[in-house]
């Protein structure tokens, strides 16, 4: 049965791999896109929503289908202002599950990151940690944190610092064996991979998925 899919964050560079996924995915007959920018895409799947993502709840009525993709997310260099940067990495995400439990979407998936945890001293992590909490408390039925390293891929916006991090990830990703393995970059490409084939295995137990088992999962799609 042809299934409607919506995509938070679909301007970002995972949003972006994602949305592509989906449209040339057969399963997939609808794609509602909720965001502040148009994706400029013409293609009879996409249903947008150009919204104010802080005031989402006001459009619960359109926020239906089969499986919600949050790819929501900032930086610090973005947004200085922890309070905003809040709002943009936790509320969003979180509004979107209470959204996914009244409306009856059993699919919730959401990219977080790597060493996400609610009592981190680092505010990033921490924010990252109580966003995971807050969904989790949802008890949507097919929830799935997605937990990358540093994502890599062609970004319109430039961001020195994650450059430098690439570089210097690019000569030490071979020596991150065994139990390192997950702090490997990661392609964005393969989140969205793994997400849409995460999205139709719903037999999958699964709550927070490393970026090696991110890779993984890819890789076998």
Known sequence: MPK??????????TGRMLLQQLLEDDRYEKIKLFSRNSVEINNPKIEEHLIDLFKLEDHKDKF??????????????KTPDHETYTKIDRGI?????????ENNIATF???????????SRVFYNRTKGKMEKEVLE?????TYILQPSLITGE?????????????????????????????KSISAESIAIAM???????ELDVKR?????????????
């Open 196 to 202: 849409v084939a995460i999205a139709n295995k719903p």
């Open 109 to 119: 998936l959401v990219v977080s990151a790597l060493g996400a945890n609610p009592k």
């Open 64 to 77: 239906t289908g089969d499986q919600v993709f949050c790819c929501v997310g900032t930086t610090k260099s």
């Open 4 to 13: 409607t899919a919506i995509i938070l964050g679909a301007t970002g560079l």
């Open 138 to 142: 949802q008890e949507i039925k097919h």
């Open 155 to 183: 970004r319109k916006e430039s961001r020195s610092f994650e450059k430098v991090g690439k570089i210097m990830l690019n000569f030490i990703n071979p020596f991150f064996l065994g139990t390192l393995r997950k702090y």
């Open 93 to 101: 995400p979180v509004t979107a599950a209470k959204l996914c439990k």
């Open 209 to 221: 998925i490393p970026s090696d088992e991110i890779k993984n999962i890819a890789h076998n799609n």
